[in-house]
């Protein structure tokens, strides 16, 4: 069965720098997300892509974050200046043209120190 | 926005005990999703019911559109069912707004 799937499970990084986690999404969908777990907390949505343009975004995507698909199998989100509350689960999801369903990847765990 | 209350915060049974998982939600969607996240965090896809009923195994959902509720049955618990169970839902917008989840906890 497809999957999406997150690198690398596991990012430490230091206050200030920049990092980059990288999803490859289902084959044949269109539409992909990021979302946010901070520990003990609940899943907060960042972000929506479709068509290689930002459809959505909440108030948390600030300034600090990019999306980027490069390629036609990666979708990459970028945190410029890493603060010690960007500590958190961030997970990658991707849903098909034509349904809602929403497909989650296993996450990568970001420790900033 | 669209507000997701999810209930009980936490429970805990004993294995083979029956539980059912509440989760409401206050205005319409077109997508309502239920979640397992297993303990190293990854979040396990159960369902995808924004209305009606489906059945995998010993885990069952119900959604009540109309009334904004879905509940989540899971008979004769295993310990391997521990963790936390979320719901989530969409209006269309594409971006899922989950609730706070409930916490089971299934002793030997």
Aim: glycine content about 6%; hydrophobic content about 30%.
């Amino acid at each position: 069965e497809p999957e999406v799937t997150q690198t690398p499970s596991h990012q430490v990084t230091q206050m200030g720098q920049e990092v980059i986690l990288r999803c490859v999404p289902i084959s044949n969908h269109l539409y992909f997300y990021w979302y946010r777990q901070i520990l003990g907390q609940k899943v907060e949505f960042l972000v929506s892509f479709y068509n290689n343009e930002i459809s959505e975004k909440s108030e948390i995507f600030d300034d600090q974050f990019s999306v980027e698909r490069p390629d036609g199998s990666n979708f990459t989100l970028k945190i410029r200046s890493t603060k010690l509350e960007d500590s958190a689960m961030y997970f990658c999801a991707s849903s098909a043209w034509d349904r809602y369903e929403q497909y989650f990847g296993p996450g990568t765990r970001l420790t900033v120190t | 926005g669209i507000q997701v209350e999810q209930s009980p915060p936490d429970l805990i049974l004993q294995e083979g005990a029956n539980s059912t998982l509440r989760c409401n939600f206050s205005d319409s969607v077109n997508n309502l999703q239920w979640f397992h996240q297993n303990p190293w965090g990854q979040l396990i896809n159960l369902f995808y019911i924004p209305s009606g009923t489906k059945q995998n195994g010993r885990l069952s959902a119900t959604t009540v559109a109309t009334e904004r509720y879905s509940l989540l049955y899971i008979s004769s618990s295993q310990t391997t069912d521990s963790g936390v169970y979320f719901c989530a839902v969409d209006r269309g917008a594409q971006k899922l707004v989950f609730g706070q989840g409930t916490r089971l906890t299934i002793n030997p």
